[in-house]
């Protein structure tokens, strides 16, 4: 039986790997997630979770064992959305995607000791009209902070203000569980 290493301290990625019933570990990796050369913004999570798997010794791992790294991020009138520096940032990220579409990119690398394979998965979000009281209540009452484009389709607000979405609910929290299992299928014997 494989198991999966997952470099990531979301609680959110922890608790959905730990859901395809494989042997989990945790592990650190420390990697500077600057964009230093232009990318298109549909790709820069892919980019990001290839750089953290380059940052770790694939050459550790035993040949059961495979490293997943992730990156999340929302894209919003081709702006990439990050995950905001304070309360003020969250707002207006959540003003901008108020009654519009806008698309969350999660990249995904798989690493065994002799390959990286990688992809991305896409998923399109609607957003109802959000007035000032709801934007208020929902950063005042829920953790915004560590969440690219400022919310957790999860929360308060995916349960009130997301009306509809094309593609993986889970991509939307951070990590796309269906497309990870027929990715292992293709580089291991699961």
């Known amino acids: 039986m494989i198991e999966l290493l997952l470099a990531s301290q979301s609680p959110r990625r922890r608790e959905l790997l730990s859901s395809l019933g ?12 600057t964009i230093d050369r232009p990318i298109e913004a549909s790709m820069v999570a892919e980019y990001l979770a290839q ?39 969250a707002k207006q990220m959540l003003r901008s995607l108020s ?9 995904v690398c798989l690493t065994t ?3 990286q394979h990688h992809f991305t998965e896409a998923t399109t979000v ?9 934007i208020d209540y929902y950063v005042t009452h829920h953790s915004v902070l560590d969440k690219a484009g400022a919310y957790g389709i ?6 009130v203000g997301i009306p509809r979405i094309d593609g993986c609910f889970y991509n939307v929290m951070g990590l796309p569980v269906a497309r990870i299992w027929k990715e292992l299928k293709k580089i291991v014997d699961c």
């Open 22 to 33: 494989y042997p989990l570990q945790f592990v650190d990796i420390d990697v500077d997630e």
């Open 51 to 89: 750089r953290k798997a380059s940052a770790f010794d694939a050459s550790t791992l035993s040949s059961n064992q495979v490293l997943v790294t992730a990156d999340t991020v929302v894209v919003h009138k081709n702006e990439v959305l990050g995950k905001p520096h304070n309360i003020e940032q």
């Open 99 to 107: 009654n519009d579409q806008h698309y969350v990119y999660t990249g």
């Open 113 to 115: 000791h002799s390959l």
């Open 126 to 134: 609607w957003f109802d009209p959000l007035n000032e009281k709801e």
């Open 154 to 159: 999860q929360d308060w607000i995916g349960m």
